[in-house]
């Protein structure tokens, strides 16, 4: 292997030492640190040695950026791509691929016959609450035999974590914990009167200005108290109604994006500014670029519109409009989640060399995609989580904040929250927790899907299928809890067993012949004996919860043989329930493809609040809106979401879009049929791509029907273009 450009820290030997003993290895250590060299050690002596290698990424983001990285390193003839909707040379000795699919591939028994070696980055994703299962049954499935890195930043409870998976793999994990930063960060807060300040010093003018203002709003009600009479000579009440009114003053404008450029730039750029909205991300980036910031210097400047020049001639100015073309040429940008594909490429390139100096963007950007920065800039502290607005865990904070400071470019990388003092009672104590707390344990979601329950049932008997939920992290969390419980109840039994002069052995009575004020303490003791042992069979009686559901609902026999809603289970890993009971009910056969693509873009993805479909809808598309939406509330689907915790979406609006899509109609002319006050896009082609998932999954339930199968290859052959067909 070509040694790095530079000096490996001691973690990074540590951890390629234990590599090349042939252990496994989990490495914890802070974004930005360097854990993607221990990655590209593992791949390139995988390759060198004539090894197959994969390398998997919770989002499909993080698997393209790593599938162009290492063709570059290692040609493109080495380096193959596997995310579901692309498929680049699957038979390449080193794979990139989102988890879901290596996931799958082990539970179908396709795993290459000469993998030796998988590498999971951002390992932590296990306590995804909709997609943790996912590694959990990938590290179960996972032959004994094949070497696995892990990579995080924020596994804080890692010898738990690698205690499970010795204990499931049946060999010891090497753990390499990393807590120092190449670059160390600073925290700040920046408000406009008073600048950049540290946390102590912010905290004492903070407590100087609540005094100051407490005085102020004193002496008003004072006024208020000796000015103001009603109609028959009494004071007024407004002086009491103020003594509710919040500390914030009138007079006093509160902090802006635009304040803290003015503070930072010149020192502290290039920065990227965090915002927990795609309009806020991009309303911010214009509101700058209209004050009239040029960022670029001369050769930056020929750089950035030779780069925009290129990408204007393969895509055309519908896609990079004028007012897009000067923003970035002025040095700014914004990144979120539903931005065109391309332009979040091109976004992401023009930031990497340097072209773009501030960039507003939504936590997408964080999640392991390289891309530092001198500055991290949080424009709050909480964000809307998809159910409630919530505070930053520390693990998204940190997250984020690792963003900042770039290795052998900068000797600290700045971290600052813009922060009116109004604002800052409330959210002081969070700020001290991101100061010193380690990130938040990481604990399992583990929640089979109905198409893994198939799966397994299909390919094992029961025992075997036992054994495997029992291997789970969720079951090993449990087991120490119940062992606590144990302990817990031992003790409880001893003082009873004393208090009642029992000898040893001698059984304890039934708490309704004991003594009263022994009674209660008893009935605890057995609840704590239930508890422990429903606690060590949980995942295995959650298994059999969604058995006997699949039986219920007649997928499957009583001697659990298959019908036909379990084997179309087999086939369905999105939305399973819901597509299968639309396919039973006869609702998708006489769809026509383009028609069938529209409803299965409904099935995958919800738009943004506040994006409205303004296109026409016929009365056809109503009345299959109303046959899906039956489905939706019937029994089944419903108690399947009871099951899993899981919501099924149906978004109808997407319907006509996605038929648009699959009758060969541009992205520009669809946005056209809908208003947003953000670019969606992005948000078009995710439902596009994930559409063609569910499309080349519904082809096993027509097994056997050469025309409808032959329709769905045509259909995935005319949705496989411009923007959803690129790696992006």
Known sequence: MTPPPFTLDPFQRQAIAALDRGHSVLVCAPTGTGKTVIADHMVAEALAAGREVIYTAPIKALSNQKFRDYSRLHGEACVGLVTGDLVIRRDAPCLVMTTEILRNMLL??????????????????????ERGTTWEELLIYLPAHVQVLGLSATLSNAEDFAAWLGDVRGQALTVIHE????????????????????PAAYERNFERWKKQRKAERAAERGEHRRGSRDHRGRPGRRGRASQGEPLRPSDQLPTRHFDVFKAIERELSPYLYFVFSRRLAETFAFGLAQRGPWLLDGPELRACRAELDAFEREWGKSVLEPRLRRLYEQGVGFHHAGLHVQLKSLVERLYEQRLIRVLYTTSTFALGVNMPARTVVFD?????????????????????????????MDEVGHVVIRMDPWDFGPVRGLIEGYRTAAPEKVHSAFNLSFYSVAHLLHRHPLERIRALVQRSFLAFEQTQRCDDADDGSVRMEARLRHELRLAEGEPLPPPERMPPPLRKRARTLLRLRDKAVTGRERCWLDLQRRVFFLQEIGYLGQDLTFHAGARALLHLQIAEIFVAELFLAGI?????????????????????????????????????????????????VR?????????????????????????????????????????????????????????????GLWEGDDARVADLRALLDDTARDEVEVVG
């Open 588 to 636: 998708l056969e006489p769809l026509p493809p383009q028609l069938l693509f529209g409803l299965m873009c409904a099935l995958v993805q919800d738009l943004p609040r506040g994006t409205f479909l303004v296109a026409p809808v016929d009365d056809g598309l109503r009345a299959l809106a109303r046959a899906v939406t039956k489905v939706r509330v019937s029994a089944p």
């Open 639 to 699: 108690e399947a979401e009871r099951i899993t915790g899981i919501a099924t979406e149906f978004c109808p609006d997407l319907v006509p879009l996605g038929r648009m899509w699959a009758e060969g109609q541009p992205l520009p002319r669809i946005a056209e049929a809908i208003e947003s006050g953000t670019d969606v896009t992005g948000d078009l082609v995710g439902a596009f791509r994930r559409a063609r998932d569910l499309c080349a999954q519904l082809m």
């Open 380 to 408: 709050g502290l909480v964000k809307y989580d998809g159910r409630a607005v919530v505070p930053l865990t520390v693990r998204e904070f940190m997250q984020m904040a690792g963003r900042a400071g770039r290795r052998g």
């Open 179 to 198: 807590a120092e930063r190449a670059v160390p960060l600073e925290l700040h807060l920046f408000e406009r009167t008073g600048g950049l300040q540290d």
């Open 108 to 129: 179908l028994g396709e795993m290459p016959p000469a993998l030796r070696h998988v590498i999971l980055d951002e390992i932590h994703f296990l306590d995804d609450r």
